[in-house]
């Protein structure tokens, strides 16, 4: 089904977005915000104002189509639960 090229992409891209949405979840600890604030407005200001001039250690991503691909799908508010929190299969399945 997938050949070795096929899985050396996949592995790569996989790699490529836990490391931006690591990223974006440190951003996120850092200033305290809350899950429920996660919308669309929240990642272009990550997007937007803080990666630019961003200068924390590690390769940081700034291909604006790779950073779009990962964190489009966390923009929606309803990957928090009702009380607030949020699990990792919530995450990986919406």
Known sequence: MFDDANRNYVANTFANHLGIVSHFAQWI???QLRLQ???EAL????????????????PV?????????????????SIATQSGTCTVERLLWK
């Open 29 to 31: 600890h850092s200033r």
């Open 37 to 39: 604030s996660i919308d």
């Open 43 to 58: 990642v272009v200001k990550f997007l937007d104002k803080y990666l630019p001039p961003c200068r924390c250690s590690g």
């Open 61 to 77: 991503q700034r291909d604006r189509l790779t950073l779009s691909a990962a964190l489009g799908r966390y923009a929606n508010p």
